[in-house]
């Protein structure tokens, strides 16, 4: 079946701009997680959504960082005045229950702020 | 704060040789542990896991052995082979906290030559 997916695959963006990264997960998968994957600081956490419950923001950086997941399924991280610093990869990962231990990744959008 | 540390790469083996990436964790309760890789042109995908002291995880000829002792998952396996090239990524999560979010190392690129 289809896997987690991701759009664009590339983003290039001027400094300041605001940017949208989408997450199609795998379908029928409740838990949603986002990570971002950069040269400085490796593999971070970001924010996951479990159902309906209230998402864990823990990892997000700053508050120009922010996430939704609408109807369950599709979610998307929006990055207002992007900065340098921004530029990553961002991954994107579902698995069908949180109790689940296997978290399945999407091919990630690579994000470069000039 | 919970950590993972692994060996630095790259690691250059050759084809049939015995393969050792060491990873350390630093995390207070009952860490579950993750051996995830990323092939080429590929997203993360989960290689094996141990959920609790003493387990070993095995898969595709891999297998590490989760060492409470000694805080360490390391990853082996008897006979590498072209197709093992990859980033191999150790990861654990804090399940006992609730919450669902993998902690990474940083990551080992392994290259296996024929």
Redesign the interface.
């Known amino acids: 079946g289809a896997g987690v997916s991701q759009s664009p695959s590339n983003k290039v963006t001027e400094k300041g701009k605001d940017v949208e990264l989408r997450c199609d997960p795998i379908s029928g998968h409740t838990a949603l997680y986002w990570y971002r994957q950069s040269l400085g600081q490796g593999l971070e956490f970001l924010i996951y959504f479990q159902g309906n419950s209230a998402p864990d923001k823990s990892g997000l950086p700053s508050d120009r960082f922010s996430a939704e997941r609408t109807g369950g399924s599709v979610s998307t991280l929006t990055i207002q005045r992007t900065q340098q610093e921004d530029s990553a990869v961002y991954l994107c990962a579902s698995s069908q229950r949180l109790t689940d231990y296997e978290q399945y990744f999407g091919p990630g959008t690579r994000l470069t702020v000039t | 704060g919970n950590s993972v540390t692994q060996m630095e790469g790259p690691v250059t083996l050759s084809e049939e040789a015995f393969l050792t990436i060491n990873c350390t964790y630093t995390a207070t309760g009952y860490p579950?542990l993750?051996w995830?890789v990323q092939y080429p042109g590929?997203?993360?995908?989960?290689l094996l896991?141990a959920?609790k002291a003493d387990d070993k995880g095995s898969n595709k000829g891999f297998e590490a052995t989760y060492r409470k002792e000694t805080t360490s998952f390391h990853l082996e396996k008897g006979s590498v082979q072209v197709s093992d090239s990859a980033v191999y990524?150790c990861?654990l999560?804090r399940r006992d906290t609730g919450?669902?979010?993998?902690?990474?190392?940083?990551?080992t690129r392994l290259q296996v030559q024929p």
């Open positions: 579950s993750f995830y590929e997203g993360l995908q989960l896991k959920t990524f990861a999560e919450r669902r979010a993998l902690t990474f190392g940083s990551g």
